[in-house]
């Protein structure tokens, strides 16, 4: 089973910037995509971005043009830069990792935007 280990949240003013980390261990072979999603207090949790194995992109409409997704495959690590943060990015965020049949959740880091 993949294992996933985040980094990179904290606490920014609004318009400045972080980078998310994710990194994945065990059975990443099987790994067809991974992702971040994000929660905050009182909503549901949304799809923010995802990559796909063969490196196709996937973004929601509030995070396009500010957030990047990317890949390192040789550190089996996942990135989200996330720039022009506002008061309404704060949230905490989940990677995942797809596999056939299921999927992988990281424990979540926190990050929060003052205005």
């Known amino acids: 089973q993949v294992q996933l280990a985040e980094s990179g949240g904290g606490l920014v003013q609004a318009g400045g910037s972080l980078r998310l980390s994710c990194a994945a261990s065990?059975?990443?072979?099987?790994?067809?995509?991974m992702g971040w999603y994000r929660q905050a207090p009182g909503n549901q949790r949304e799809l923010v971005a995802f990559?796909?194995?063969?490196?196709?992109?996937n973004y929601a409409d509030f995070v396009k043009g500010r957030f990047t997704i990317s890949r390192d495959n040789v550190k089996n690590t996942v990135y989200l830069q996330m720039n022009s943060l506002k008061p309404e990015d704060t949230a905490v965020y989940y990677c995942?990792?797809?596999?056939?049949?299921?999927?992988?959740w990281g424990q979540g880091t926190q990050v929060t935007v003052s205005s």
């Open positions: 995942i990792a797809l596999v056939t049949g299921g999927g992988s």
């Open positions: 990559i796909t194995s063969g490196g196709t992109t």
């Open positions: 065990g059975g990443i072979s099987g790994i067809n995509a």
